[in-house]
């Protein structure tokens, strides 16, 4: 279900900010897992692979504070061409990332963030599995939960809010660097706080955040406000195919169209946010090919279709209104399978 802000609204808010997300997760599994990170020297992290702004924000957030716990901390996520989107580049922390390559083959301890199947580790897999504790920390609404301990609340905005009431409870300490983080969490999960998972709680802890003296200014600008010019080419070429269908509009992005202009794959994201703007469209796709010649898919839905069911039974996952899949098929055919999968969770609506 798409969280409502409106039912949550009047609820009273409370300052603590351990008990902002309405306690979704078990006392005793907060107190687990604070357990488990203090019998362990040395944490591994994970995020997922294509690291957005949350998966990797979250991941070095957690990484100071173990580093300030006197933990050795290693960070990664499973991508087989392992680079940092340069959206991202400006998080500090980046010291802590090492290559899936030389991440530890069976860690003591890991911990994964906003990695809501198992899939989504990649080359990071077979590590996880080898782990003797791994504690999944997510807000998917679909993790089920592969590790041993889950830090599971689907009501989070995004995984940062959970890492943040994890940094509390291990009494770490909110500093600038800690605050970039999970500010570039919450503030590309909620859309700009536009999305509505952006409670009264969110914009508390937005406040938190930017007390530290961070410059929203500056993180705005490189999350969505700059692109290498060969963007505007490939922008227009996607916008240029765009098709609208039942309430649904559509386009792709190949591996010609990026290479003609130097444009690596990370430099899409933004173009779903484009194409789903159309007001004749309740749903929005956007197909953009990888360096290894799949498709990822992009979805949204402006609120009557759970794409994310849709996309779940299609391999993916994601939430009601942003969700995604891998597909290895032709456009065509992916298109088909998307509007069959869209038909069987219920849209469009007969009548
Ligand atoms: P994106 O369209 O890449 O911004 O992703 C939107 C949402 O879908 C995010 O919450 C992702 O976690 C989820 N998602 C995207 N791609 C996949 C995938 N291949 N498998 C599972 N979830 C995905
Ligand atoms: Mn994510
Ligand atoms: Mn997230």
């Not at 692979?49 to 499973?78: C, Q, Y």
């Not at 989504?120 to 679909?142: C, F, K």
């Not at 456009?331 to 869209?342: G, S, W």
Request: with cysteine; aromatic share 6%.
């Amino acid at each position: 279900m798409t969280p409502d802000v409106r039912d949550r609204a009047d609820r009273p808010f409370r300052a603590d900010p351990r008990t902002v997300t309405g306690g979704a997760i078990p006392e005793a599994a907060w107190d687990r897992a604070l357990r488990l990170i203090g019998q362990a020297d040395e944490i591994a992290l994970a995020c997922h692979v294509t690291p957005d702004g949350d998966a990797l924000g979250s991941m070095l957030a957690v990484g100071f504070v173990l580093r300030s716990m006197g933990k050795r901390v290693v960070a990664s996520f499973g991508d087989h061409h392992f680079v940092v989107p340069r959206l991202l580049r400006f998080l500090p922390g980046q010291d802590m990332l090492v290559p899936p390559q030389d991440y530890p083959a069976a860690p003591e301890l890991m911990i994964t963030f906003d990695v809501s199947t198992f899939e989504r580790l990649g080359l990071l897999r077979e590590n996880t599995a080898r782990a003797r504790e791994v504690i999944v920390i997510d807000h998917h609404p679909s993790n089920e939960g592969f590790g041993t301990l889950s830090l599971i609340d689907s009501t989070a905005a995004a995984t940062a809010v959970l890492a943040e009431q994890l940094m509390y409870r291990l009494g770490g300490r909110l500093d600038r660097d800690i605050a970039v983080c999970l500010y570039t969490g919450l503030v590309t999960d909620t859309g700009s706080f536009r999305h509505s998972s952006t409670t009264p709680a969110v914009h508390q802890m937005a406040a938190r955040l930017v007390a530290t003296g961070l410059r929203t200014d500056e993180i705005a600008r490189e999350l969505w406000d700059r692109s290498p010019f060969g963007y505007l080419q490939v922008l227009a070429a996607a916008l240029e195919r765009a098709a609208l269908e039942d309430g649904l509009v559509w386009t792709y992005v190949t591996r010609v169209d990026r290479a003609a202009h130097g444009l690596p794959y990370a430099e899409l994201e933004g173009i779903i946010d484009i194409v789903r703007r159309t007001d004749e469209a309740e749903v929005a796709v956007v197909l953009k090919e990888d360096d290894q010649g799949d498709w990822q898919v992009s979805t949204r839905s402006k609120g009557k279709a759970d794409v994310g069911a849709a996309c779940a039974a299609l391999g993916g996952g994601g939430h009601h209104n942003a969700a995604g899949y891998t597909s290895h098929e032709t456009v065509e055919a992916t298109m088909d399978a998307f509007r069959r999968e869209l038909g069987k969770v219920g849209w469009p609506r007969a009548g």
